[in-house]
């Protein structure tokens, strides 16, 4: 291809290979079809397609929550996802939420109508808005947008680099469909590289936070989504040992901390005690968290003590609880803390505080009767090979496993952060696409939202292992509605046989039972290539403490 046969989109796709991208998400459209051509012709950068655009998106979220677990602390994975313009773009808006509650870096990619047409001239284009940016800048990190073939690898490094400065998030770039087809005017780009900044702390601030938790005599940490995020687990070990100070993990933060280390008081954040665990700290390290609605136990919690809380987000910083606050990430805050911080010599009684903390916890549990989903759960986990990572939809069974989950060897990602339906398939074909067997875990509601990447999965060749948890509704709104109002309304769902459905795409299939659950997801783990086992159950949630205090 000589210079004078190259376009726009050409430069987009040579730019995105410089940065590092090496798979792109991509569903074709009219206004993009001269980026879709570029993808053609390089050959070189996998492109995997959907079948709708809000799927791709969660698809494109999940490769990138893969790629972090997988290499925590390394260079950060900015995930491309290209969609066209008009519906196309505004499909990925419900997932780009996801992704910005959960600092993931999602690089979107959007075509646009002709230059002429942008600024809301009204000139009757095919998906013509009159300004589709304004839909995008609230819910993304950053928007950027091209007018001239010369602005794409400068635009695409900047939108790369906003995506992987902590905390990390999707961003947003709009390129006009006359800009991707017409002439690159540029010579073949090479050279482009982002470098996202180090968020590093004030070292006053450190100091003070240094101080306190040196003077503290119950220290706490709280380790939340952007611990996990930042690669902290060393420095977070590192520590809590030097501190002698137990750790408790958020939902989003599980994975950052070792599950069976003597100072883990695990994830059950719904759960009183816990709730007052924390409370009752002299000095509690909050460390990227924004202490959240359900990080607080539905704002129940009250701190006693003091309240130190780093948090690469401006916003939240002090948002929900007075503090001393540091704006930083969480891995610099930590190395410079280790290097202030004395070790305290063990003498028992924090480890003896968080295993009193986990038995009344257990106390609590075995008091409700919930001895079939306690065993589902370490069924699922139980079945799962070393390395496999896990995607949960908006479930009963996710519910469980945002507390009861152990994720070492098998990670978690769930559509927490923004809590909205349908992530699990299409978050794990993206894991999937990043080298990993995944599995994905829906409830019957929550999989008819992308029943269709099943045929993705087949075109693609993912392994990825789907169970399909089918009561009949959607059951945690039937629960809540239920428990509010004493009926429910509008949770009672037809649906198909998810067998035969699956069986239909060429899908390997069964149907499963709360005794057998755990033999036949090992088996169809130990089968390449996508697969779904299906299991009718109507699950409980475990009583919520926030309600009655106990």
């Known amino acids: ?43 070189d950068l996998r492109v995997i397609s959907g079948r709708v655009e809000n799927n791709l998106a969660f698809a494109a979220d999940g490769h990138a929550r893969a790629r972090l677990a997988a290499n925590p602390g390394g260079p950060v994975p900015v995930t491309p996802l290209v969609v066209s313009t008009g519906p196309g773009a505004l499909l990925t808006l419900a997932s780009l939420q996801e992704s910005r509650a959960a600092s993931v870096p999602v690089l979107g990619i959007s075509s646009q109508v002709p230059v002429a047409g942008l600024g809301g001239g009204r000139h009757g284009y095919l998906h013509e808005l009159p300004d589709q940016q304004a839909s995008f800048r609230d819910v993304v990190k950053s928007v950027h947008v091209v007018r001239r073939a010369s602005q794409i690898p400068t635009a695409l490094r900047e939108a790369w680099t906003s995506a992987a400065t902590a905390p990390y998030g999707p961003v947003w770039v709009e390129i006009p469909q006359d800009v991707l087809l017409g002439p690159a005017g540029v010579p073949p780009i090479t050279s482009v590289a982002a470098a996202p900044p180090v968020l590093e702390p004030l070292p006053e601030l450190v100091t003070a936070a240094a101080d306190l938790l040196a003077a503290a005599s119950n220290p706490v940490i709280l380790a939340g989504g952007g611990a996990l995020r930042s690669g902290a687990q060393a420095e977070l070990t590192a520590l809590a040992e030097a501190l002698r100070a137990p750790v408790i993990s958020t939902f989003g933060g599980k994975g950052v901390f070792g599950w069976d280390h003597e100072l883990s008081g695990r994830s059950w954040l719904e759960d009183w005690h816990t709730t007052e665990f924390l409370a009752a700290a002299d000095v509690l390290l909050v460390l990227g968290s924004g202490l959240g609605e359900l990080s607080s136990n539905y704002r129940e919690f009250a701190p006693r003590g003091r309240v130190i809380q780093v948090e690469a987000d401006l916003g939240k910083l002090e948002s929900n609880y007075p503090g001393l606050g540091i704006h930083a990430d969480v891995a610099s805050t930590l190395q410079a803390l280790l290097e202030w911080v004395p070790m305290r010599p063990s003498d028992g009684r924090a480890e003896a505080a968080v295993a009193s903390l986990l038995s009344r916890v257990e106390s609590r549990l075995d008091s409700q009767d919930l001895a079939v989903e306690r065993k589902l759960v370490d069924d699922i986990r139980a079945a799962l090979p070393d390395g496999t990572q896990t995607f949960w939809d908006m479930t009963i069974a996710a519910y469980w496993a945002w507390s009861a989950w152990n994720p070492e060897g098998a990670p978690i990602h769930t559509a927490q952060g923004a809590g909205g339906l349908g992530y699990g398939l299409p978050g794990a074909l993206g894991g999937a ?15 008819m939202y992308g029943v269709a990447e099943l ?83 109507l699950l409980k949630l475990f009583a919520p403490t926030h309600l009655e205090k106990a």
């Open 1 to 43: 291809m000589t210079d004078t046969d190259r376009i726009g989109g050409d430069v987009v796709v040579e730019t995105l290979r410089a940065l590092g991208a090496d798979t792109v998400f991509g569903l074709p459209g009219q206004h993009a079809l001269g980026l879709f051509e570029a993808l053609r012709r390089a050959g």
């Open 433 to 447: 696409a990043a080298g990993s067997p995944t599995l994905a875990v829906s409830g019957d509601g929550g999989a």
């Open 455 to 537: 045929a993705t999965a087949v075109q693609h060749g993912l392994d990825v292992t789907w169970l399909v948890v089918d009561d009949g509704g959607y059951g945690v709104l039937r629960e809540y509605l239920t428990d509010a109002f004493g009926h429910t309304t509008a949770t009672e769902l037809a649906r198909p046989d998810f067998v035969a459905l699956a069986s239909s795409f060429g899908v390997p299939a069964r149907l499963s039972s709360l005794d057998t659950v755990g033999a036949d997801l090992a088996e169809a783990l130990r089968t390449p290539g996508p697969s779904v086992v299906v299991l009718p159950a």
